[in-house]
């Protein structure tokens, strides 16, 4: 149960990210093709935009930490090879493991679209047609440097995005209605709507997206080992059976050794 669990989940990640795939496949070819330049800002601070990068991302993570949580529970479960099902503690100890999969992955996803973390996953805003005074993506320091040249240089670096909005709502009357404005959300930082894995020192999103790294690469190091730990415990109990069947008919052992070896072969396999 605990394997077809685990394979459900690789399954959902891998589709997924294939999803994300062919829809972005045909929103660049067939949807927007060649007036990409002129709807690029629209589309980098558009909804269906985060929505890509969510499923992206989820995929991603829900597909990784469930072959790693998967590569776990396989290695600890060599020695129950020929069958034997898991106690009631250890099914509740899985079943935690695998909702925290799930929430850790969710989380990932959607946390750099909260609202109240804007000042840390919003890259930049993007105006109207009809406002000429900001161009493209604007991001903080630039809005900084307008409000400096309107305000003075008394205003701070680390303006919050709020503050930005009403301090640029101050430049300008009602009499034509509202400057109208997106924010450039975590998804929206290229055209394909990729969770942010290039970051500079001085981005805000610098230590969540190496925490993420880290997480990931650690994963990707566990995978390996418990295919280490797999192919050793393979080698070691394929010497033994040699060693105890002897003297038996060669036959036997050889039909033994091979349903072992199918046995391993079939956990790699499936993992990968």
Not at 59 to 67: D, K, N
Not at 76 to 87: D, M, V
Not at 138 to 161: C, M, P, T
Request: glycine residues 6%; aromatic residues 12%; contains cysteine.
């Amino acid at each position: 149960a605990v394997n077809k669990v685990f394979r459900i989940l690789i399954s959902t990640g891998d589709l997924l990210t294939g999803i994300y795939l062919v829809t972005t496949a045909v929103m660049d070819t067939i949807l927007i093709r060649n007036r990409y330049c002129k709807s690029q800002l629209e589309w980098l601070s558009g909804d269906f935009c985060a929505f890509l990068g969510i499923i992206s991302t989820f995929g991603a993570c829900i597909s990784l930490y469930s072959m790693m949580c998967l590569s776990i529970f396989r290695v600890t479960s060599l020695k129950r090879i020929s069958g034997n099902h898991l106690e009631k503690h250890q099914k509740v100890a899985l079943t935690c493991i695998i909702s925290l999969v799930v929430i850790y992955a969710a989380t990932l996803s959607f946390i750099p679209l909260a609202d109240g973390l804007k000042d840390f996953f919003v890259n930049g805003l993007s105006y109207s047609r009809n406002m000429n005074l900001f161009l493209a993506a604007v991001s903080k320091q630039n809005h900084i440097k307008v409000f400096r040249a309107y305000y003075g240089n008394r205003l701070r670096e680390d303006l919050s995005w709020d503050e930005i909005g009403r301090l640029l709502n101050d430049m300008f009357t009602d009499n034509y209605g509202e400057i109208g404005r997106k924010k450039i959300h975590f998804y929206g930082n290229a055209g394909v709507c990729l969770f942010k894995y290039f970051v500079k020192t001085n981005d805000p999103q610098f230590l969540f997206v190496w925490i993420n790294l880290m997480v990931n690469l650690a994963s990707t190091f566990v995978i390996a080992i418990c295919y280490m730990m797999i192919l050793m415990f393979a080698n070691r109990t394929a010497k033994r059976l040699h060693g105890m069947m002897a003297a038996n008919d060669g036959n036997v052992r050889d039909s033994r050794a091979e349903r072992l070896q199918k046995s391993i072969t079939r956990i790699i396999l499936t993992n990968l």
